[in-house]
């Protein structure tokens, strides 16, 4: 390990010092997900030099080290890479035979690797909507027509990605009902250009059956996943997904027991919350709850 530690999260400076005081020649992530991916890279990134190999109960699959052939290694240290599991990891780690102060279950680490992973930010282009859901969250039903500028976009979203970068894990586009804005397809062309991870226009799906193939083409051609939001209206969600199935095009239909638990923050004008802050186009994060 490399003796000038960067500056860098408490929790990966514990690892760090951790690893150096008790001289572990291996560290052993226990969990081979997203959550111990990014643990890895953190503790590359913070300066670790030290070989690590991945453990995984579903080793097979993932081609990695199983627990117990993990457990053969003297003088490693375990670091449990999973929130929600980490209490069995932990005695499972015991049960092998892992001596306790070899194992290394920092809950702050996992907390904010947990929020780098659904860091997640949605930009709505219009406010209004073509249904009349009582209970909007957005009171899409009370607002006003409002379509948002392309250029304007392009300069929030510049900022913010500029702010946030790696740490997006998806961009998403929405409304209102996104599909009213006539420039929908301009807007999915260009986040594509300003951001390569996953993008996902989200949607109520009245319109797509009409939409022009030129929509669709830029899904395709762009990577985009469409979400489509179910309600009780009569719509044939059967054929929509063969029109999607069609285009080449991922989509989703999701009803309401999927809902994620939302916060809302707008990043153009002042802050606050969208709804006290209508009439400006608005961007949506959430920590998106597992
Ligand atoms: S479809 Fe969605 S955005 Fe439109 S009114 Fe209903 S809940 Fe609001």
Redo the contacts with the bound molecule.
């Keep these: 390990m490399k003796d000038n530690v960067r500056e860098t999260h408490p929790a990966i400076e514990n690892i760090l010092s951790r690893i150096k005081t008790n001289s572990h020649s291996r560290i052993l992530i226990f969990g081979n997900g997203c959550v111990g991916k990014l643990i890895y890279k953190t503790l590359r990134d913070a300066g670790l030099n030290e070989p690590v190999s991945f453990v995984d109960n579903n080793y097979q699959n993932l081609g990695v080290m199983s627990p117990s052939e993990a457990s053969g290694i003297s003088g490693a240290l375990w670091i449990i890479g999973s929130e929600q599991f980490n209490d069995e990891m932990i005695r499972q780690a015991i049960q092998l035979g892992v001596d306790e102060s070899d194992i290394c279950c920092d809950l702050q680490l996992l907390t904010m690797i947990q929020r780098r992973i659904y860091l997640t930010v949605e930009y709505e282009i219009v406010d209004h909507?073509n249904?009349?859901?009582a209970g909007?969250?957005?009171f899409?039903?009370h607002a006003k027509p409002r379509f948002a500028v392309l250029d304007e976009f392009k300069l929030t979203f510049a900022r913010y990605l500029r702010i946030v970068g790696e740490q997006l894990a998806w961009f998403g586009i929405m409304?209102?009902?996104p599909l009213l804005h006539p420039q929908v397809s301009e807007f999915l062309i260009l986040s594509r250009e300003m951001y390569q991870g996953k993008i996902i226009l989200t949607t109520?799906g009245l319109l797509l059956q009409k939409m022009p193939s030129k929509f669709w083409k830029t899904c395709h051609n762009n990577r985009i996943d469409i979400i489509v939001?179910a309600?009780p209206v009569h719509l044939k969600y059967s054929k929509i997904v063969e029109l999607a199935d069609f285009h080449n095009v991922n989509i989703e239909i999701k009803s309401k027991s999927d809902a994620h638990a939302w916060s809302y923050i707008s990043l153009t004008r002042g802050g606050g919350g969208a709804m006290q802050n209508r009439t400006s186009p608005l961007v949506r994060s959430s920590l998106a709850q597992k």
């Design positions: 909507c249904l009349n859901c909007c969250l957005n899409c039903q409304g209102g009902e109520n939001s309600y």
